[in-house]
């Protein structure tokens, strides 16, 4: 179904007013051109939900959700402890109340994260003051998870935020109510950095930016900050982003502008967005409604779309963001009946791009889990080069020790063209060498971070003669890293001769040259 007042999409070949080609009439000037008007979400069939879901009814506005190419994660209802669903993309239908779950948090779980390199590892952060770390079983699992790879303790209240680093190997953020966030290297399970001066009151969210050189967090006392985690250094600071007193959210665009959705004095629900080099104003605001659902903002760094949807609405609306006033255009809304209590957002290489799907949400209702996708009409069975720009792939473009050394890599970008198949996922490996023998606080183990091993150390590293090993492991490493560059380098080069020698035949073609 379509909803709002945009007419139906051309038919193959015809241009219409927003598509390139369209013929100059008066209202053109009033019709923005958009490829995403005619977005329009649909939700799947009853026989492709995840039904009999306990979703969790913890008052936390966390997404409660979270997916990749592989797996569906549901925080749900447990008796005695935290616990939550790892279910494979296929097993739709009914989910056995016996079905297995992870569970080896001891209070309820609050937020949950796939990590963005391992399709079989995630991270939870749960009321019982722990973040942990699992490795899920290649096919799902056939008996609960009681015990994760690692345990990362540190907070003193609950945790109620969990972020992967969008870049680096292993880096894992958590944010607790005791107002610290804390970044972990997950291979040592090694605290990084304390962050515990920055924040006064409740963290509401953290998002990092593109190459996660920084992150944006909003906060209680209604503050917008955007933080340099390794510096631990507040970069910018806007007071009162939102003047109402109930929850924001902060996300980075790929651009390093802040979009930000939080209430007015009045309680009426607002988007803005900002530039960090100049907080004072925000470069666009929009009142949406006067609803009182928490709005949890969605993004995609490709098509430049921000997905809103209010926890406890039964609608996602969703707006275009561009670099020329007023910035935030409202594309369309999606309805359904049912309100939702969470949503999960897949990642752009687990999308059909053969039905030219830009996004795919997972709605949580009381007691199922309902795929929703988005697609923009095409006649055409062609791959689609303007939907699908290279996205981020599963490859780390750095190892922790890198990023903690001060080194940045924007993500490793793949081709959806030839529908992305994965490579074989490497086990997340933990040393556990000084983690309880070294009781040096987190700042004193800075010199020893730079050359800590990588995640894929193995015990015998805690011998001496380990030092060793890791020697010439190191050189291996350095040897492998030179070679995966200049192999690199050598695609690009290739890339751009293919490009040149396309547009000599294009000409020839056209009888130009």
Not at 499 to 512: A, S, V
């Amino acid at each position: 179904m379509l909803l709002g007042r945009d007419p139906e999409p051309p038919e193959a070949g015809a241009a219409a007013p927003g598509y390139p080609g369209a013929p100059d009439m008066s209202f053109r000037k009033v019709v923005r051109q958009s490829k995403f008007r005619h977005v329009f979400g649909q939700p799947v069939k009853n026989d492709q939900c995840y039904e009999d879901i306990r979703v969790s009814r913890v008052t936390w506005d966390s997404t409660f959700c979270a997916v990749n190419p592989k797996f569906l994660a549901v925080i749900v209802e447990a008796s005695g402890g935290g616990a939550f669903l790892v279910l494979p993309l296929s097993k739709t239908g009914r989910i056995d109340k016996a079905y297995p779950t992870v569970c080896g948090h001891t209070g309820p779980v609050l937020d949950i994260d796939w990590c963005p390199h391992n399709d079989e590892v995630i991270a939870s952060g749960s009321e019982d003051c722990t973040v942990m770390v699992w490795q899920i079983p290649e096919n799902g699992l056939t008996s609960p998870l009681t015990e994760p790879v690692v345990v990362l303790e540190g907070h003193t209240k609950r945790v109620g935020i969990i972020a992967w680093h969008p870049t680096a190997r292993n880096v894992l953020l958590s944010a607790g109510c005791d107002n610290v966030v804390l970044i972990w290297n997950v291979g040592t399970a090694e605290e990084l950095f304390r962050l515990d001066s920055l924040h006064p009151d409740l963290i509401y969210n953290v998002s990092w930016n593109r190459n996660g050189s920084l992150f944006c967090s909003a906060c209680k006392d209604k503050s917008v900050r955007v933080i340099d985690p390794r510096r631990g250094t507040l970069m910018a600071e806007r007071e009162k982003a939102h003047e109402g007193a109930r929850p924001m959210r902060a996300i980075f665009l790929a651009d390093g502008k802040v979009f930000t959705t939080g209430f007015s004095r009045m309680s009426e629900r607002q988007l803005a967005l900002w530039d960090p080099e100049n907080l004072e104003e925000p470069m666009a605001l929009q009142e949406l409604d006067s609803s009182n659902g928490a709005l949890l903002p969605f993004y995609d760094p490709d098509t430049s779309v921000v997905y809103v949807c209010g926890k406890g609405d039964s609608s996602i609306r969703y707006f275009e963001i561009t670099e020329e006033p007023p910035y935030i255009h409202f594309l369309n809304t999606f309805t359904s009946k049912e309100p939702q209590r969470g949503m999960g957002s897949m990642p752009k290489r687990g999308l059909e791009v053969s039905k030219c799907e830009i996004a795919r949400f997972y709605k949580l209702h009381e007691r199922k889990c309902e795929p929703i996708v988005m697609t923009v009409p095409r006649k055409s069975d062609l791959f689609q080069d303007d939907l699908y720009p290279d996205t981020a792939g599963p490859e780390a473009a750095l190892e922790a020790e890198e990023w903690v050394s001060g080194r940045d890599a924007d993500p490793i970008l793949i081709s959806l063209r030839e529908a992305y198949v994965p490579s074989k996922q490497r086990d997340l490996k933990i040393s556990r060498r000084n983690v309880l023998s070294d009781s040096r606080p987190a700042a004193a183990l800075g010199s020893s971070r730079l050359g800590a091993p990588a995640a894929t150390t193995t015990a015998a590293d805690a011998t001496p003669s380990g030092s060793l090993t890791r020697a010439g492991e190191a050189g291996k490493l350095e040897e492998v890293m030179q070679e995966l560059r200049a192999l690199r380098a050598l695609v690009k080069e290739q890339g751009e001769r293919i490009c040149r020698l396309e547009e000599q035949l294009g000409r020839m073609e056209n009888g130009d040259a």
